[in-house]
């Protein structure tokens, strides 16, 4: 007998077999169900929205700190805010105060406004020292989060002071270094596009305390600093060529780095251990990279080709640098060991990449990507794997990475006759593009590493 | 009859029906011709590109990455003396020092709280705004980050003059929640075009089943002797081998999914660490028979893919999430309490991380 063209046996070896599986599977989910030991669920979806927190002002010991407490509190405030990873609860939405360092938590309160971390603290001045003591507490499990810290320091920086105290809840709520005792060198812009003026500018991180370094009467570019801080490598149109110098930050005194007639030498940037510079210079038309020594001044060519090679940056190790190369075309990065050799090409997408920067962490470069007519800022893994663009507009450039590795600052342009440069920082998540405070146009952001 | 007569009149028919089927007597009408257009092809990424309104880039005002500065700027204007390099010229000034290796402090007892109490009843909290459980819309292209929505309709009693700063006219929007991040790149390039990707195939014609040449009762006969026959066969399952049926106050799939759903609303990864984002955490916490999680109980069983300091946070976020989605009690079946009185949550980020 046959049934849709099976014979009898072959029907009945279907349904032994349906049945077969559907018993194995009711007992499967018995044992799943009947099984020893807790529940266990695994989640895998979560949100991703900036933790909500309150920084009540802090408590003011004595007379002499009641200013300082209210200003250093929202310093605090918004700098942990401006990260993009924290929220700050407003102060008018508070319901408790904080009258005493030692008060008790009233964790009901600061849990009914969806406070989930509060940063408690308090100041206290002596003649020209302020002395800062705060502690991280964690609302809905009701306990503090590490041991409480104080820091002392001369009242006229009270806000690196608060910046230090940043750092610390910062880290300790995120697990990462923080990076707002730090600062930044860039080059400020006046004037029209076609005839602008720039002189070399430092700032904190966050646009307060600018000051200028250079006058407007000459050209200045790519301003770098060393890994200590103290010093600036920068190009200058104050000849008739672009050469580099270095500036001492602390005595403002310049100089000129070796002797280079003839020549245009540009892009520096400092080794790790602040003891060499690599830079690029063109000679008979020809663009290689060399490393010079600034003890000795011997300087030693790293390339040798026809082609460009430029924008070379070291890794925190100092064993290898990154650099752009159009050697195969079109603008791409490459890696080399720090004495030239071992050379190899990292990227591999559509467009042009060009001014790597290598993260203080060490796991990622920071490029600028130019493909159809767009620039964008983008990172990828040091062997070009998971590339990932952060921005995209008319003209993002020349990345810099904030000390922890975690937030890129770069300048961005607008179009037209009227189109002004910028300064912009993004988290390496892509999230948290924002402009920063600057007094005018500005370009060329340099981070330096976290202050002492 | 005549078979060489039949089968040449029924080939005449055939031919006949032939004709006339393909339409051999019919007015053949003319084919309309095809207008022809010339187009250019361009491919998406083209099109988005003309779309963005970009400028033309291949001119001289398009900076070459790979050219030095000195070729991308006009030719910098000669100085004409050289000039003494330094322009501040002052005396050393070092940078002054903080007294600021922090020094530890007596942490204040904390006093014991029940950690998932709920905030009085009489309370009412003020327009604390709330994070968003889901994706807020995406705010203007460039538009900065507002420090906080609340501050645009708290007037302050003492406003603070704002010291000025270069900032174009900017729409302020308020940090969006996601659960997904997506770049200013990304938004970009995934543009959804109107287009179709591709076309849809015809469907091909429905099949006729054809009737079963069984009777219906001859069908269920077999099904019948088929499952006793499997029913009678022994299975290999585990030694200890549950029931085939779920036991009685066991946790339906349904209420597992209401447990993980209730407690992954409260889980935000937004503020972790890109190592503690690589963590997975078991944690292992009890349930009190009202739904609440008893805190203290909530510990780290087991941790993988990271350091002690990124399970610490990666932790820390998932007890946030237990505590917080938990305080009101988790919905679960009271009269299947032995089965959900001890929980493991495994808090796995893999589809959180940056990619």
């Known amino acids: 007998m046959t049934l849709f063209g099976l014979t009898l046996s072959h029907k009945l070896g279907i349904f032994r077999l349906t049945a077969a599986l559907i018993l194995a599977f009711g007992a499967q989910m018995g044992a799943v169900w009947a099984q020893n030991g807790p529940l266990r669920i695994e989640i895998t979806q979560g949100v991703i929205e900036p933790l909500p927190i309150a920084v009540p002002g802090f408590v003011a010991e004595n007379a002499a700190a009641l200013d300082y407490a209210a200003k250093i509190s929202r310093v605090i405030a918004e700098d942990m805010a401006g990260t993009g990873l924290f929220r700050e609860i407003p102060v008018s939405a508070h319901i408790s105060r904080i009258s005493a360092f030692n008060d008790p938590i009233a964790f009901a309160d600061w849990k009914a406004v969806n406070a989930q971390a509060l940063v408690v603290g308090a100041v206290f001045v002596q003649g020209v020292t302020a002395t800062v003591k705060f502690r991280l507490i964690d609302v809905f499990s009701g306990q503090q989060m590490g041991e409480g810290l104080q820091f002392s320091g001369p009242v006229g920086i009270w806000r690196r002071t608060a910046h230090k105290v940043a750092d610390a809840a910062y880290s300790r709520l995120t697990g990462e270094n923080g990076y707002f005792d730090s600062r930044v060198v860039f080059v400020a812009e006046t004037g029209a596009k076609n005839k602008r003026a720039k002189r070399l500018a430092i700032m904190d991180y966050d646009g307060a305390n600018v000051e200028y370094l250079t006058d407007d009467k000459s050209i200045v570019l790519a301003p770098r600093l060393s890994s200590e801080g103290d010093k600036i490598l920068f190009t200058s149109y104050k000849t008739d060529f672009p050469k580099i110098y270095m500036m001492d930050l602390a005595r403002k005194s310049v100089v000129s780095l070796a002797d280079q007639k003839g020549t245009m030498a540009f892009s520096p940037r400092f080794a790790p251990d602040g003891k060499s510079v690599i830079y690029s210079l063109e000679k008979g038309g020809n663009t290689d990279i060399y490393a010079l020594n600034l003890a000795s001044g011997a300087s030693r060519q790293l390339t040798n080709a026809p082609s460009i090679e430029t924008a070379p940056s070291f890794s925190p190790d100092g064993s290898k640098i990154v650099f752009e190369s159009d050697r195969s075309g079109g603008q791409q990065i490459y890696i080399m060991d720090a004495n030239g050799q071992n050379l190899r090409r990292v990227s591999s997408g559509q467009g042009r990449y060009g001014t790597p920067v290598w993260s203080p962490r060490g796991d990622l470069i920071a490029f600028t990507k130019q493909n159809q007519g767009r620039f964008h800022i983008g990172v990828m893994r040091i062997d070009g794997s998971e590339e990932r663009l952060l921005t995209a507009s008319f003209l993002d450039e020349g990345p810099t990475w904030a000390p922890n590795g975690r937030v890129i600052m770069f300048t961005r342009e607008t179009s037209g006759a009227t189109g002004k440069s910028s300064l912009y920082s993004v988290d390496i998540s892509g999230r948290n593009l924002k402009r920063a405070k600057t007094e005018g146009a500005a370009s060329d952001p340099a981070w330096s590493p976290l202050l002492p | ?355």
């Open chain 2, 1 to 355: 009859m005549n078979i060489g007569l039949l089968v040449s009149g029924l080939g005449h028919l055939f031919l006949l029906l032939w004709m006339f089927a393909a339409g051999f007597f019919t007015k053949i009408e003319k084919t309309p011709e095809l207008q022809v257009t010339q187009v250019t092809i361009l491919s998406t990424q083209e099109f988005d590109a003309l779309n963005a309104g970009q400028p033309e880039l291949p001119s001289t005002n398009t900076p070459d990455m790979a050219r030095p500065a000195a070729e991308l700027t006009p030719a910098p204007p000669p100085a004409p003396k050289a000039r003494p390099t330094p322009v501040l010229k002052s005396e050393p000034s070092p940078t002054p020092t903080l007294e600021l290796a922090p020094k530890l402090m007596p942490s204040p007892k904390v006093p014991e709280q029940p950690l998932v109490s709920e905030a009085p009843e009489q309370i009412k909290p003020q327009d604390a705004p709330r994070v968003a459980p889901v994706a807020a819309p995406p705010p203007p292209v460039n538009a900065a980050i507002a420090q906080d929505t609340a501050l645009a309709v708290i007037k302050s009693p003492d406003p603070v003059p704002v010291p000025e700063v270069m900032v174009d006219s900017q729409s302020m929007a308020p940090e969006a929640a996601t659960t997904q991040i997506i770049t200013e790149a990304t938004q970009t390039q995934n543009i959804p075009s109107l287009a179709p990707q591709t076309s849809a195939h015809p469907k091909p014609r429905p099949t006729v089943a054809p009737k079963p040449e069984v009777p219906p009762e001859t069908i269920t006969d077999l099904v019948a002797e088929a499952l006793a026959e499997a029913l009678t066969e022994p299975i290999p399952l585990e030694p200890e081998a549950a029931p085939s049926r779920p036991a009685v106050g066991s946790l339906t799939t349904f209420e597992m999914d209401s447990l993980r759903l209730s407690v992954q609303s409260c889980w935000n990864v937004g503020s972790l660490s890109t190592e503690a984002l690589n963590v997975v955490v078991t944690i292992g916490l009890s349930i009190q028979k009202n739904g609440m999680p008893d805190a203290a109980s909530i510990r780290i069983v087991a941790f993988e893919n990271g350091s002690e300091v990124a399970a610490r946070q990666a932790f820390e976020a998932g007890r946030r999430a237990i505590i917080r989605c938990g305080a009101k009690g988790f919905k679960l079946p009271k009269e299947k309490y032995d089965q959900w009185k001890d929980v493991e949550m495994v808090f796995n980020p893999k589809e959180m991380r940056m990619k």
